[in-house]
């Protein structure tokens, strides 16, 4: 049974920083790429960063480019997701999801806001 849990939301001002961490289970996780995704109250879920199964390659979304970045530590089946200089627009909740299988966990909510 796949387990995605997600954590280290919470409320930060803007310009603040927060590290997402998410602990998997169920799959074969040391080689699989992994993705951080969010969704953003009335709007459809997006990819924000993707990380291959060794760490080497990371993708981001244009939104996020340089404030963003994924990292994973296979040896602990966890990926993070370290956020810095946070925008209001970067609220949402945060879901990490491997390429291959279709389940979500329950998200990390993050909210920017003064």
């Known amino acids: 049974q796949v387990q995605l849990v997600e954590s280290g939301g919470g409320l930060v001002q803007p310009g603040g920083s927060l590290r997402l961490s998410c602990v998997a289970s169920?799959?074969?996780?040391?080689?699989?790429?992994m993705s951080w995704y969010r969704q953003a109250p009335g709007k459809e879920r997006e990819r924000v960063a993707r990380?291959?199964?060794?760490?080497?390659?990371?993708t981001y979304a244009d939104s996020v480019k340089g404030r963003f970045t994924i990292s994973r530590d296979n040896a602990k089946n966890t990926v993070y997701l370290q956020m810095n200089t946070l925008k209001p627009e970067d609220t949402a909740v945060y879901y990490c999801?491997?390429?291959?299988?279709?389940?979500w966990g329950q998200g990390t909510r993050v909210t920017v806001s003064s």
């Open positions: 999801k491997p390429l291959v299988v279709s389940d």
């Open positions: 169920g799959f074969a996780f040391s080689s699989s790429i």
């Open positions: 990380i291959s199964d060794t760490g080497g390659t990371t």
